[in-house]
């Protein structure tokens, strides 16, 4: 189904205002992208369309308003820079008539009518999304406007965004010259469009039902950057809430609800977030903190040195299958690694395997059962049926965590192993 509605998009970025906010938080405060100016309103016929002119100002835009027409263009749906009432109403009357005799089976409600925005150095972008069937959503940003089909200047890319990626994207564009002052034209706010693309990627990662969106033209200007046209295709079939979330994407996002602060016992403060591919040397410290025995407990084989390929399966990881909870404490003014439990599904998402490295300061305080805690937990939220776990036979401790956890505990000695199962409530 296709909403053609103009503020459709900026009504579903207010619906995923709480959802962002793990990146808004990251962000100075917002800027004013100019959404009251590219406000519309409808108008069923001549003289409600007059009125509405009015009352945004001259000069304005009239747009064909149906939801079955997406490219109002392409109907003669579009009339701009209209001066005054007489221009309104022949504007109507053209635009509506044409989309009638073109698409005899669309419900033309009338136009919108829109204030005429008017720059002299702005640039048209679009900014799009498309499900593909493998692939999941896929964006793209290019030059925009009427001929963004014919110079067919783009780059796509797989939701969602971070700020290198979306930079990246933009300065692969032939156009991208345009934007950054090219010949004495002066140079566009290129942060805040970096911003706009990372928002657009969070939004399409939050909301699977969307089977295809475009902003077009998106007008960026050396001061503002205001969306004067959207269209928005929806997949009813997707609105009910998957299972799991983000599924529908091909990378999953960083998975920032995971982030708390708790406390020990001892009433030590612990930062609990899931791992990043920056953690690399913080993982790798871990590691050279950390005793033999402990290092044997965890990995069952010894290792001189992590090296970078080791320290990049552990750190870099599927989201959509496989999480690493970080234990940070505050030394010295930083933060300092302590622990690391490790929770990696099968491709089915039934069971996982679970581990946990508590670097030795920090082992016999809680810190392990806490982990584990949490674990299974996340574990039952993703909808797994059963954890499995495995330590070494004089592993007392994580033995004593599993058993107090409800794990089945079964002693292989031959293998001088103990493997442990946690049952999960459907």
């Not at 900014?127 to 290019?142: A, C, E, I, N």
């Not at 977030?273 to 005793?291: M, V």
Request: charged content about 25%; glycine content about 6%; hydrophobic content about 45%.
């Amino acid at each position: 189904e296709a909403a053609a509605a103009d503020g459709f998009l900026h009504r579903l970025v207010d619906r995923q205002a709480d959802d962002v906010e793990h990146f808004v938080a990251q962000q100075a405060p917002t800027q004013h992208h100019g959404t009251d100016r590219a406000r519309f309103d409808t108008a069923a016929t001549e003289d409600e369309a007059v009125i509405v002119a009015r009352e945004v100002g001259y000069p304005v835009v009239l747009k064909v308003f149906s939801p079955q027409i997406t490219h109002k263009t392409d109907v003669g749906g579009v009339a701009l820079n209209l001066t005054d009432d007489q221009q309104v109403r022949h504007a109507f009357s053209q635009i509506v008539d044409s989309a009638r005799r073109l698409r005899p089976d669309a419900d033309i409600q009338g136009v919108t009518v829109q204030r005429m925005m008017v720059a002299v150095h702005g640039v048209e972008l679009i900014l799009g999304v498309k499900r593909d069937p493998v692939f999941g959503p896929v964006m793209m940003v290019g030059f925009g406007g009427i001929a963004a089909e014919v110079f067919q200047d783009r780059a796509l890319e797989l939701p969602p965004l971070n700020e290198r990626l979306a930079r990246r994207m933009l300065e692969s564009l032939r156009s991208w010259p345009l934007l950054t002052g090219y010949r004495g034209r002066p140079v566009v706010n290129v942060d805040q469009l970096v911003e706009i693309l990372m928002r657009f990627s969070y939004l399409v990662a939050h909301l699977p039902e969307i089977r295809e969106a475009d902003i077009n033209p998106l007008l960026v200007t050396p001061t503002e950057i205001v969306a004067l046209d959207a269209r928005v295709v929806i997949d009813r079939e997707m609105l009910p809430a998957p299972t799991r979330p983000h599924a529908h994407l091909a990378i999953s996002p960083y998975p920032e609800e995971y982030t708390e602060t708790v406390g020990l016992t001892d009433g030590t403060q612990i930062h609990l977030r899931a791992i990043k591919p920056e953690d690399e040397p913080a993982w790798k410290d871990l590691l050279r903190r950390s005793s033999t025995e402990s290092l044997w407990k965890r990995f069952r084989y010894l290792f001189k040195e992590a090296t970078h390929e080791m320290a990049s399966r552990f750190c870099f990881i599927d989201y959509d299958r496989e999480l690493a909870l970080c234990a940070e404490v505050v030394q010295d003014g930083k933060p300092l690694l302590i622990a690391v439990a490790r929770l990696v599904a099968d491709p089915d998402h039934e069971s996982a395997d679970y581990g946990v490295l508590v670097a030795d300061e920090f082992q016999h305080r809680g810190l392990g059962r806490l982990l584990t805690q949490k674990c299974v937990e996340i574990g039952g939220r993703w909808g797994l049926k059963q954890i499995h776990g495995e330590t070494t036979t004089d592993n007392l401790s994580m033995i004593r965590i599993f058993r107090e956890m409800g794990f089945e505990v079964e002693f292989r000695a031959a293998m001088q192993a103990v493997l442990a199962r946690l049952k999960l409530s459907p």
